[in-house]
């Protein structure tokens, strides 16, 4: 038995230099594992928030005169969505490149990952302002201002949290 302040501990749990060294040894295993669960996390949400920018690019910038198209952005006829068919164009482009600005951040991950995350922070960030403009500026935009910058959000919240473990 090894005496730990005033509790007698078992030498087999107490370890070489006492109960503190398992405390110590858990400590170092923990931490690298909460990192990359909550990087991976945000990652994920990352990349989730990638692939609904490609997905609204596709429907703004190709498949915009289509009906269900444009009744989906609430447009009332092929008409006015043709109007309305080069700003959309424009927008759609601009959800393209950022979210082109996440996977290369992604891609760039392995080599030189300050300018990865740099990157996948800067373009999420991009991401969650212009859904705050969603929601401040058009009535009834709540669902779609959450669907647009809820998962950069958590992304940036998670990587953030994570690299600083």
């Known amino acids: 038995m090894v005496r730990i302040g005033e509790i007698r501990v078992p030498e087999s749990v107490a370890g070489v230099n006492g109960f503190l060294v398992l405390t110590k040894r858990y400590g170092e295993w923990n931490t690298p594992v909460m990192r990359d669960l909550l990087l991976g996390v945000g990652l994920a949400f990352l990349a989730l928030s990638a692939l609904f920018h490609f997905y609204v690019f596709y429907l703004e910038s190709v498949a915009w005169t289509k009906p269900k198209t444009w009744k989906t952005f609430r447009i009332p006829s092929q008409e006015h969505a043709e109007i309305i068919r080069p700003m959309a164009l424009n927008q759609g482009f601009y959800n393209l490149f ?36 969603l929601l401040a500026s058009v009535k009834g935009s709540a669902r779609s201002a959450a669907m647009q910058a809820g998962p950069a959000l958590l992304g940036i919240l998670f990587l953030l949290v994570g690299l600083n473990q």
């Open 98 to 133: 950022l979210a082109l600005g996440i996977v290369i951040g992604l891609v760039l991950l392995p080599t030189h990952s300050t300018i990865g995350y740099t990157l996948m922070i800067s373009a999420a960030s991009s991401i969650v302002g212009a859904g705050l403009v």
